[in-house]
T-cell receptor, first 111, second 115 residues
Framework: SQQGEEDPQALSIQEGENATMNCSYKTSINNLQWYRQNSGRGLVHLILIRSNEREKHSGRLRVTLDTSKKSSSLLITASRAADTASYFCASFNTGGFKTIFGAGTRLFVKA | DAGVIQSPRHEVTEMGQEVTLRCKPI?????LFWYRQTMMRGLELLIY????????DSGMPEDRFSAKMPNASFSTLKIQPSEPRDSAVYFC?????????????FGPGTRLTVT
């Protein structure tokens, strides 16, 4: 399979709560990226973390990367109803420009 | 910039017909990617180009699929003949990784239905 794995597959939380999504990948990476997809739309890039970084922040987003475990997590703090979407991790592999997307986590934030 | 442009946005066709999907990448981007998204298989990379040259087409499902990039501002994905199992959303994306621009910019997608 060309996909990485993400968990949970779906997550339902109340507005104001934090949402954590996890991602695992299979090969050596140059960087790992997270994307968001609203229903019926294309994917939108959120944040990129390089292989030599362990944590990165952008607004309400926090991404961690553990290359020894080939895993990453995305934390959305103080979630809003507008955060309802699917979230995908994408590993950008070394030795080429092939980007492998995970299966995605569907996040539903209840107002 | 208008972003990545795809056409048509929706396509309904009958089995056996030829389908052509079109993409205009962001000006200046030198990598272009074609993806297919379905509920069952998720987001799959079909093929990608660098400077108009196909680099990796290992994701193209079979010979019925072909992709071209005749110039830096235009690419097509063709399915001939189309089959119902080709029904999916097809996305085009572009990026500039040679200059550190690893993030991909996606078009709105073409929803293909083959009956």
């Amino acid at each position: 399979s060309q996909q990485g794995e993400e968990d949970p597959q779906a997550l339902s939380i109340q507005e104001g709560e934090n949402a954590t999504m996890n991602c695992s990948y299979k090969t050596s990476i140059n960087n790992l990226q997270w994307y968001r997809q609203n229903s019926g739309r294309g994917l939108v890039h959120l944040i990129l973390i390089r292989s030599n970084e362990r944590e990165k922040h952008s607004g309400r987003l926090r991404v961690t990367l553990d290359t020894s475990k080939k895993s990453s997590s995305l934390l959305i703090t103080a979630s809003r109803a507008a955060d309802t979407a699917s979230y995908f991790c994408a590993s950008f592999n070394t030795g080429g420009f092939k980007t492998i997307f995970g299966a995605g986590t569907r996040l539903f934030v209840k107002a | 910039d208008a972003g990545v442009i795809q056409s048509p946005r929706h396509e309904v066709t009958e089995m056996g017909q030829e389908v052509t999907l079109r993409c205009k990448p962001i000006s200046g981007h030198d990598y272009l990617f074609w993806y297919r998204q379905t509920m069952m298989r998720g987001l799959e990379l079909l093929i990608y180009f660098n400077n108009n040259v196909p680099i990796d087409d290992s994701g193209m499902p079979e010979d019925r699929f072909s992709a071209k990039m005749p110039n830096a501002s235009f690419s097509t994905l063709k399915i001939q003949p189309s089959e119902p199992r080709d029904s999916a959303v097809y996305f085009c994306a572009s990026s500039l990784p040679d200059r550190g621009g690893y993030e991909q910019y996606f078009g709105p997608g073409t929803r293909l239905t083959v009956t």
